[in-house]
């Protein structure tokens, strides 16, 4: 059975970093195309960034130059550092994993077939 867990959210000023991560069990996410999403208060879900199983990186326009996302072999986790934090980055964010294996890096959230219960960012002075 898939199942994705995050953790590392928290309230963070506008300009500070943050590090989600999110362990996978039932599957490597090695072997998989995974994502993080978010959901901001009233809107809907949003693909963030994509890793491919040739870890190959995929970012939002909104989020790049800012966040990456990187996977942890011996953990089996993939996670987000996010720096120079804005206060539109505010959301929950998940941890996603598509169905099948594809070199393509899916960017709607509906290409993404797992999610986990998510973890709560939010930016504020």
Known sequence: ??????????????????????????????GSNMAWLRQAPGKGLEWVSGVNS???TRYADSVWGRFRISRDNAKNTLDLQMNNLKPEDT???????AERRTGLIPTTPESYAYRGQGTQVTVSS
């Open 1 to 30: 059975e898939v199942q994705l867990v995050e953790s590392g959210g928290g309230l963070v000023q506008p300009g500070g970093s943050l590090r989600l991560s999110c362990v996978g069990s039932g599957f490597f996410v090695t």
């Open 54 to 56: 040739g870890a190959n």
């Open 91 to 97: 959301a929950m964010y998940f941890c996603a994993k």
